[in-house]
């Protein structure tokens, strides 16, 4: 049983176009969070929800607009691809608290020609 | 940022224990130390975690100085498997849950 999923594992896309990528958790968390990892393998958090809320939002371009339809699932849409949007995508979940542990799904790896 | 220090890179015979340190001296009184590993581009995995206690679970132990401000994880007898970037990792308040990465720890396990 996959705790945390992804799908797709890779996508290739041109410049320009739009693309989602979706995420699905079955460990009963309440919080779930987008990371980006760059080329430089620099993890950073992107995004987070609480309860199908925005919590977090780390300055990342309004192309990327995350979607959660219930706890379970945050899809991360992105809008007008841009070179430098290649990165590997990891979703998480967890609980919120400090002393909760989050749970990392395998990545889902974006290349924009 | 991260609120964690740790060197770019270390080796460990396969068999060996692997004691990576951490420095977190701006640590405060409730936030916890977690560490994460990265094995080749999958996504990280959660390791161990403490707040001041020594802990240890069957992947490793984590011992953390008494004034906090820095900590070790251990791997009792490393594998080639083990071979990863090592994630130390102050988990903040009220900022979501959210992991603050820095860069890591690239151990390699030769044999």
């Known amino acids: 049983d996959t705790a945390v999923s992804q799908t797709p594992k890779y996508l290739v896309t041109q410049m320009g176009n739009d693309k989602s990528i979706k995420c699905e958790q079955n460990?009963?968390?309440?919080?779930m969070y987008w990371y980006k990892q760059d080329s430089k393998k620099f993890l950073k958090i992107m995004f987070s929800?609480?309860?199908?809320?925005?919590?977090i939002n780390e300055t990342v371009p309004n192309r990327f607009s995350p979607k959660s339809p219930d706890k379970a699932h945050l899809n991360l849409h992105i809008n007008s691809l841009e070179l430098g949007d290649s990165a590997v995508y990891f979703c998480?979940?967890?609980?919120?608290?400090?002393?909760?542990?989050?749970?990392f799904g395998p990545g889902t790896r974006l290349t924009v020609l | 940022d991260a609120k964690t220090t740790q060197p770019p890179s270390m080796d460990c015979a396969e068999g060996r224990a692997a004691n990576l340190p951490c420095n977190h001296s701006?640590?405060?009184?409730?936030?916890?130390v977690y560490w994460y590993r990265q094995i080749h581009s999958q996504g990280p995995q959660y390791i161990i975690h403490?707040?001041?206690n020594n802990e240890t679970n069957e992947m490793a132990s984590l011992i953390i100085t008494e004034d906090r401000k820095s900590s070790t994880l251990i791997l009792p007898h490393a594998t080639l498997r083990d071979t990863a970037v090592y994630y130390c990792?102050?988990?903040?308040?009220?900022?979501?849950?959210?992991?603050?990465f820095g860069q890591g720890t690239e151990l390699s396990v030769k044999p």
């Open positions: 460990l009963g968390h309440d919080t």
């Open positions: 998480a979940s967890g609980l919120a608290g400090v002393a909760d542990t989050q749970y």
């Open positions: 990792i102050v988990r903040v308040n009220n900022q979501g849950g959210k992991l603050i």
């Open positions: 403490g707040l001041k």
């Open positions: 929800y609480n309860n199908k809320e925005l919590i």
């Open positions: 701006t640590i405060s009184g409730n936030e916890y």
